[in-house]
């Protein structure tokens, strides 16, 4: 199917290797933080979620940092797989209300 | 999770006619929203899909452009009217977790194209 990822930044790593993709949000008074991956021809599909009483937090395979300092967010992959490759959006809401997408980036998983 | 099905999956339509696009929920919800994806880009919200009154729209947005309707906890309809080349998109509706907590969940997507 067409990729919903045609202008967006990419990241590539090998299999087996770790990802890192980060995201800058915009509004400080952001108190929820989502990580979504998109694959082609399919809705985003829910990764891990942050609050912003917390700087990290781990799910399977994946962790999620926020640095409310400089407003970043950012998510690592671990042992990353073939499967993995999508476009992964980050989103932000206050009061987990209306959320605000970043721009998204596409990995790209190398065999 | 909320099991959300849209139809149609796709449709390529006339300029100047208009699509309606449902949206059915397994469960019942609370809050349901409507998200446009262009090619290549993020997701925007278009409006906030609320029951028994009139949907919330984001800043660019208009309700005789994109009138929703939300009949009950389960369904919401979103029409792309009088459409445009420009319309040609992916809209999605999602839905907010029961439990008191804010994970969204999102629909397949319906993929619209405007010729």
């Known amino acids: 199917g067409e990729s919903v990822g045609l202008h967006l930044p990419t990241l590539s790593v090998q299999e087996g290797d770790n990802s890192i993709i980060n995201c800058a949000y915009s509004n400080s008074a952001s108190d929820y933080f989502i990580w979504y991956k998109q694959e082609s021809g399919k809705g985003p599909q829910f990764i891990i979620d942050i609050r912003s009483n917390m700087d990290k937090r781990q799910g399977q395979r994946v962790t999620v940092l926020l640095n409310k300092t400089v407003k970043h967010l950012s998510l690592q992959i671990a042992a990353t797989q073939p499967g993995d490759s999508a476009v992964y959006f980050c989103?932000?809401?206050?009061?987990?209300?209306?959320?605000?997408f970043g721009a998204g980036t596409i990995l790209r998983v190398k065999s | 999770s909320a099991v959300i099905s849209q139809k149609p999956s796709r449709d390529i339509c006339q300029r100047g006619t208009s699509l309606t696009i449902q949206c059915q929920v397994d469960?019942?919800?609370?809050?349901m929203f409507w998200y446009r994806q262009q090619p290549g880009q993020s997701l925007t919200l278009i409006a906030t899909?609320?029951?028994?009154?009139?949907?919330?729209?984001e800043s660019g947005f208009v309700i005789d452009k994109f009138p929703i309707s939300r009949p009950n906890l389960t369904f919401s309809t979103l029409t792309v009217s009088n459409m445009s080349p420009e319309d040609s998109s992916i809209y999605l509706c999602?839905?907010?977790?029961?439990?008191?907590?804010?994970?969204?969940?999102f629909g397949p997507g319906t993929r619209l194209t405007v010729t």
């Open positions: 469960s019942q919800v609370t809050m």
């Open positions: 989103a932000e809401s206050e009061y987990g209300n209306k959320l605000v």
């Open positions: 999602s839905v907010l977790s029961g439990g008191g907590l804010y994970e969204q969940y």
């Open positions: 899909a609320n029951q028994g009154s009139e949907a919330t729209y």
